[in-house]
């Protein structure tokens, strides 16, 4: 059983940048970890994803050159590095777990974490 637990959103300004992290608790050897969000009102949306070895990552189109996944998996803590922040980008923002490959369904995860808060706002 995975627990998995989100920090470091906040309040940005347009331009801005944000560092999420995922911290799991168990064991994650062989979990892909993917971040997901949404905004109110819309459905929750795959941002990025990272395999379990950390060797393959990928990202929604509007994400690509600003965002940017990484593993630690001696802290089994996963990062979302989010740079150029607009303020579309505002959505609670979950990462998730699940065996295996990445996919940007949401419905193939297994464990999700609480959530935490993005705004981007001036």
């Known amino acids: 059983q995975l627990q998995l637990v989100e920090s470091g959103g906040g309040l940005v300004q347009p331009g801005g940048s944000l560092r999420l992290s995922c911290a799991a608790s168990?064991?994650?050897?062989?979990?892909?970890i993917g971040w997901f969000r949404q905004a109110p009102g819309k459905e929750r949306e795959g941002v990025s994803c990272?395999?379990?070895?950390?060797?393959?990552?990928n990202y929604a189109d509007s994400m690509k050159g600003r965002f940017t996944i990484s593993r630690d998996n001696a802290k089994n803590t996963v990062y979302l590095q989010m740079n150029s922040l607009k303020p579309e980008d505002t959505a609670v923002y979950y990462c998730?777990?699940?065996?295996?490959?990445?996919?940007?369904?949401?419905?193939?995860?297994?464990?999700w974490g609480q959530g935490t808060q993005v705004t981007v706002s001036s």
């Open positions: 168990g064991f994650t050897l062989g979990y892909a």
């Open positions: 990272i395999s379990s070895s950390g060797g393959s990552t």
């Open positions: 998730a777990a699940r065996l295996n490959r990445c996919t940007s369904s949401p419905i193939l995860y297994d464990y």
